[in-house]
């Protein structure tokens, strides 16, 4: 029996590369961490007060939104009521015409 061994390359397809662990290191891992250690873009010194500013505005709208639909709902079910109330829609049943039970002398 062929036994393979892999020489100072690592196999093939890696690039004669070993990562953690002393697997290979793929061509898109490669440049993964070249990108990875270029220097990072600067950071604008005010955008966590931006950030937090338009976190804030959001939830103020989602709030008003909320409530606005919360108030339909209860104004929806505030009319439904009042409807049911005047106008009685479900069908009135006439009172019963019993006759009474036969004279038998």
Sequence with gaps: MLSRTRGPGGGPGCGGRLGTGGR?????????RRMMDTPHPPVPPDLARRA???????????????????????????ALLAWLAVASPWPQQAPSVIAPPPRLL
Excluded at 24 to 32: F, G, H, I, S
């Design 24 to 32: 290979a290191v793929t061509p898109k891992e490669d440049r993964v």
């Design 52 to 78: 937090a500013a338009r976190g804030a505005r959001i939830d103020y709208r989602r709030r008003v939104t909320r409530r606005i639909a919360l108030l339909t709902l209860l104004a929806a079910v505030t």
